[in-house]
């Protein structure tokens, strides 16, 4: 591997692989709609466009022999055209344009959220299947993104999905923040017993993640055509791993709770009155956001550690630890 593209370059996961590349010596080429000056700072190239444009990426792919496929749009609302378009179509030409520069292998971040089927999941392995439906368009156009991109592989392009859970750390703009501030307005409830373990992923660990990928289908390509769970392998109770983290930062802690079953209908009707309204903005609870804050969902490593020789470099406790010390540096947008 000498040249990457890494779509999405510019954001959390597609930044930490681009570090992660630029140590190990590697050219990456990020593939964004804008310019990010994180990624201008490190003096990499960017190639501006839109993954949604097939004839875009077919040029921006030109002499990479990688592509990092993390471009995809997140979130647990909004209109199926929009992340139909994004996460479905704009992988399906990602695939098109590594087949047309003949690139020998396309890495794609995926989710577990597309084996989530409104059941807890403990210490589950990949040969769970996918979900039969779905609560979220996130969650089903991952879930046809990433079937798409193993079905690609062949001889000539080797393609793997690497799922990492919940995954956090410095620069993260979405799930900290937002439980900060959650936190901070009074707004924070534990949903259900607490009793739920999760997996999480400190940042860097999902970098090295997708790194080791690329190196296997470089090599043996054992991983060809499979998918990967990542997470830190040991498990955390959700809410006491939240009441942590805003202990550290002496933001108030969560002590308010709804069961359930309170909290799944209160979502099935939100959704109702947000759709009837054609509301934008993500409703305050949903059916999906219920079943991920009350449920229990980790996963064993162990296809990880055999085919790519994945353990997690940072433990949650230095991950942590980082995580706190730039939270209170005031780097935090």
């Not at 609302?77 to 396309?106: M, P, S, Y």
């Not at 959220?113 to 040969?127: K, L, M, T, Y």
């Not at 969650?139 to 001889?155: L, Y």
Request: charged share 20%; hydrophobic share 40%.
């Amino acid at each position: 591997m000498k040249k990457a593209a890494v779509t999405g370059g510019g954001g959390f996961i597609g930044q930490a692989i681009v570090r992660r590349l630029l140590k190990h010596n590697v050219e990456p080429v990020v593939i964004g709609r804008s310019r990010y000056p994180e990624i201008d700072a490190l003096e990499v190239e960017t190639r501006n466009g839109d993954i949604r444009d097939p004839d875009f990426l077919r040029t921006a792919f030109r002499d990479c022999d990688t592509v990092f496929h993390v471009a995809g749009k997140a979130g647990i609302w909004g209109k199926w055209t929009d992340f139909h378009t994004t996460n479905v179509i704009g992988t399906e030409n990602v695939i098109a344009a590594c087949q047309a520069n003949n690139i020998a292998r396309l890495i794609h971040t995926s989710t577990p959220s597309v084996i989530f089927d409104r059941i807890g999941i403990s210490g589950a392995n990949e040969n769970i299947p996918y979900a039969k439906s779905y609560l979220c368009h996130y969650a089903h156009t991952k879930a046809i993104a990433e079937q798409r991109v193993r079905a690609a592989n062949h001889n000539g392009l080797r393609t793997c999905a690497i799922r990492p859970h919940l995954v956090w750390g410095p620069g993260d703009n979405h799930l900290i923040p937002r439980l900060v501030a959650l936190s901070k307005a009074g707004k924070l409830r534990r949903v259900g017993n607490g009793q739920n373990l999760v997996d999480i992923t400190y940042i860097d660990n999902a970098a090295q993640a997708h790194l080791l990928a690329a190196k296997n289908l470089e090599n043996s390509g054992s991983a060809a055509g499979k998918a990967y769970f990542i997470s830190q392998g040991d498990p955390v109770y959700l809410w006491e791993w939240v009441n942590l983290l805003l202990r550290r930062l002496g933001a108030p802690v969560v002590t308010r709770r709804i069961s359930y079953r309170h909290a799944y209908w209160t979502g099935a009707l939100l959704e109702k009155v947000y759709n009837l309204l054609n509301k934008e903005e993500e409703p305050p609870m949903t059916r999906f956001l219920a079943e991920q804050l009350a449920k229990s969902h980790w996963f064993t490593l162990e296809r990880a550690e055999r085919d790519l020789g994945y353990t997690p470099e940072i433990s949650q406790q230095e991950g942590l630890q980082r995580t706190i010390e730039w939270l209170k540096s005031g780097r935090m947008q």
